[in-house]
């Protein structure tokens, strides 16, 4: 069968590989942990969805293959269909949609007990990453304890599955840290970036009551503005108003979620934070970049302060759970907005190249590959 795969380390190698269809007995990556009896599920790929992620591995900025191969297949959104299980599988069953999480347990205590998202090794397993193969082909098998089931009624949004924990996990964490302050009730919060993480960002804070402010560069109206306001949002251009002028507008934010891909925003938020507030950083940054801040004034008003830096990364199943809960509430709450993050629609794997040019587009919100009916 096919699939979309890299040579890590190897600049702009993607290309179209073909490998075995798996078996619902197979052990996709024995090297990091197996899957147990009777627990494989067998998947058929319907949608898959790419991101800067799968552009960065391209360009060899991180990403390795499993031990013993020079590939990886990438993609790491994953949407598709019980084609079927073993026999003590029940979860899931043949003809459900489903996605399935990205990290792989290490050997760390967190590892198991099934908080493999903070794995506390420096080596981390991510399907479509690092060390495991993606999901970019036409089948794949995994363990029930990583397939998590999307509801019939929310199959159009499915493939936005894996972001949507991203949101989901990071907004929460932010919330169980600042239990540590007994009291803890936001009112205000920037969203930085309006990509596809910014805008469910945007949409889960909504539902929680927050008057949102989402920051991006580009002057609206265009489309990324017409969403974060169909969500009630108002939509923020920092080229026309800076984050620092907008605090002054509008006052400092309790809450911060970083989601732009840029190292300086990430710093940048920490100059306008509120007291007690607590600033999420969702971005991965590759490469290298230097920022110029005035350290010992943040170190100052940090401290004084009172405030958080919160770091999230891929969730695990309960996440994947609470990203399809939002998912499903915004569909209720804001009918027919969410759908419209589905941009950029690619045919087939083979048209790999296709969805790679697709990435180089700044303004492409959400590319996903139609693998399979």
């Known amino acids: 069968m096919k699939a979309v795969a890299v040579l890590p380390g190897k600049p702009n190698s993607v ?27 067998l998947v058929k790929v319907l949608q898959i969805g790419v991101d ?4 960065e591995i391209n360009e060899a900025l991180y990403g390795n293959a499993p031990p013993g191969g020079e590939h990886l297949v990438i993609g790491h959104e ?15 069953k043949p003809g459900d949609y489903v996605t399935c999480t ?12 099934g ?12 399907r479509g990453i690092n060390l495991c193969h993606g999901y970019l082909t036409e089948y794949f098998v995994d ?42 009730n936001p009112l205000r919060a920037f969203v930085l970036g309006a990509g596809q993480i910014g805008l469910l960002a945007t949409m889960m804070l909504r539902l929680r009551g927050l008057q949102v402010f989402t920051l991006a560069t580009k002057p609206g109206p265009h489309l990324k503005s017409e969403l974060a306001e169909a969500y009630g949002a108002t939509y923020v251009s920092t080229k026309q108003t800076s984050m620092k002028k907008l605090t002054e507008q509008v006052g400092k934010p309790d809450l911060i979620f970083e989601a732009t891909g840029n190292a300086e925003a990430c710093f940048r938020a920490m100059e306008v934070l509120a007291h007690n507030g607590a600033l999420i950083w969702t971005s991965i940054t590759g490469g290298s970049h230097e920022v110029s801040i005035d350290a010992a004034k943040i170190n100052l008003e940090w401290v004084l302060g009172n405030k958080l830096l919160v770091s999230s990364v891929n969730g695990n199943r309960r996440h994947f759970e609470l990203g399809i809960q939002a998912l ?5 709450t804001y009918p027919g907005v969410t759908e419209r993050i589905l941009t950029h629609p690619v045919a087939g794997l083979e048209n790999y190249k296709e ?10 919100l959400k590319v996903y590959v139609d693998v399979a009916k």
């Open 328 to 332: 499903s509430h915004g569909e209720h």
């Open 102 to 113: 990205v990290r792989r347990p290490g050997g760390s205590l967190f590892d198991k007990i």
């Open 15 to 41: 290309h179209l590989q073909e490998i075995p269809v798996p078996k619902v007995t197979d052990q996709p990556h024995p090297h990091v942990c197996r899957i147990p009896e009777g627990r494989g599920v």
């Open 52 to 55: 800067a992620t799968d552009r």
């Open 143 to 184: 363990d029930a304890e990583f397939m998590v089931k999307v509801p019939q009624n929310l199959k159009h949004l499915g493939v936005l599955s894996e972001p949507a924990s991203v949101c989901a996990k990071a907004i929460e964490q932010a919330y169980l840290a600042q239990q540590r302050l007994q009291v803890w």
């Open 115 to 126: 908080r493999n998202d903070i794995t506390s090794e420096e080596v981390y397993y991510e």
């Open 78 to 92: 994953s949407f598709g269909q019980v084609v079927e299980v073993g026999d003590k599988v029940i979860e899931v």
């Open 355 to 364: 969805m790679m040019q697709i990435l180089e587009d700044n303004q492409a």
